[in-house]
T-cell receptor
Framework: AQKITQTQPGMFVQEKEAVTLDCTYD???????LFWYKQPSSGEMIFLIY??????QNATEGRYSLNFQKARKSANLVISASQLGDSAMYFC??????????????FGKGTKLSVKP | DAGVTQSPTHLIKTRGQQVTLRCSPK?????VSWYQQALGQGPQFIFQ???????QRGNFPDRFSGHQFPNYSSELNVNALLLGDSALYLC???????????????FGPGTRLTVT
């Protein structure tokens, strides 16, 4: 069965420093997509970044980058130059199949990131 | 451009009652998915509607049902409420199901349901 594991319940980072949030996944399907979402206290899930299993390069979106290591089945999120507004819950999620017509997301339990001034 | 909207924001119900939650997708989107997020957990997929039909369903009992209207908006109905149904219910919209270029799901702010 598909599974997403986030082993860091909480993380602290100093403002302006970089932070890495860990995510490992398990799937037997060669085609899948990996996502990171940010959930502030308001509750809305905000899409941050996407990586397809066949993408050759790691995805980047502004201050967010995804460190995709396919052989290790890991998809860590790197946030550079942390800001106070980055304090939130972060969820890693997986969708399979890649580009298919079905697409529910499987989420991890999340990591609570706190940015210290 | 309006994003995904959900109503109501908060809801308190009693065990055994029935509840209806509503969702309007982002403009131009035709697919709606519903998720349940218990406190301290990640969201869990309930079901997805496309072209007014339930296309995929997660591991939820038949007490959870839904509907999609011709304007693509959607409802989530939960019958015979249990205390364990207390959660944040998130609606997400996307375009054309899950085609190659429609991988993004846009989430609404959610409806927080409390069952007492």
């Amino acid at each position: 069965a598909q599974k997403i594991t986030q082993t860091q319940p909480g993380m602290f980072v100093q403002e302006k420093e970089a932070v890495t949030l860990d995510c490992t996944y398990d799937t037997s399907d060669p085609s899948y997509g990996l996502f990171w979402y940010k959930q502030p206290s308001s509750g809305e899930m905000i899409f941050l970044i996407y990586q397809g299993s066949y993408d050759q390069q790691n995805a980047t979106e502004g201050r967010y980058s995804l460190n995709f290591q396919k052989a290790r089945k890991s998809a860590n999120l790197v946030i550079s130059a942390s800001q106070l507004g980055d304090s939130a819950m972060y969820f890693c999620a997986m969708r399979e199949p890649y580009g298919g017509s079905q697409g529910n997301l499987i989420f991890g339990k999340g990591t609570k990131l706190s940015v210290k001034p | 451009d309006a994003g995904v909207t959900q109503s109501p924001t908060h809801l308190i119900k009693t065990r055994g009652q029935q509840v209806t939650l509503r969702c309007s997708p982002k403009s131009g989107h035709d697919t709606v998915s519903w998720y349940q997020q218990a406190l301290g957990q990640g969201p869990q997929f309930i079901f997805q509607y496309y072209e007014e039909e339930e296309r995929q369903r997660g591991n939820f009992p038949d007490r959870f049902s839904g509907h999609q209207f011709p304007n693509y908006s959607s409802e989530l109905n939960v019958n015979a409420l249990l205390l364990g149904d207390s959660a944040l219910y998130l609606c997400a919209s996307s375009l054309g199901g899950w085609g190659l270029y429609s991988y993004e799901q846009y989430f609404g702010p959610g409806t927080r349901l409390t069952v007492t």
